[in-house]
């Protein structure tokens, strides 16, 4: 099965910027939609941007015009660009595939983000 590895995070001040990456062990070609979550303390996981494998994307409006969100079948890699940073933004973010709003795949460890304000 493929397994996902999340890298990337760290601290930052608000306002600033980081780009998250996530490694799969194997082939993504089968995976039409693949995303990134974001978890913060007390909070229910949340699907934070998707991409399918022909490019057209999707944002939750808290991070629309700030969050790029792609992916390199060739690699087995998506990426999470993020500009603009919110201390709302802090949390676990997780990368995973998914259909009908099912994560497909076991979550990896997850890459923490922290904005400072």
């Known amino acids: 099965q493929v397994q996902l590895v999340e890298s990337g995070g760290g601290l930052v001040q608000a306002g600033g910027s980081l780009r998250l990456s996530c490694a799969a062990s194997?082939?993504?070609?089968?995976?039409?939609?693949m995303g990134w979550y974001r978890q913060a303390p007390g909070k229910q996981r949340e699907l934070v941007a998707r991409?399918?494998?022909?490019?057209?994307?999707y944002y939750v409006d808290s991070v629309k015009g700030r969050f790029t969100i792609s992916r390199d079948n060739a690699k087995n890699m998506v990426y999470l660009q993020m500009n603009s940073l919110k201390p709302e933004d802090t949390a676990v973010y997780y990368c995973?595939?998914?259909?009908?709003?099912?994560?497909?795949?076991?979550w990896g460890q997850g890459t923490q983000v922290t904005v400072s304000s």
């Open positions: 194997g082939s993504i070609l089968n995976f039409i939609h």
């Open positions: 991409i399918n494998s022909g490019g057209s994307t």
């Open positions: 995973n595939a998914y259909k009908v709003g099912v994560a497909l795949l076991p």
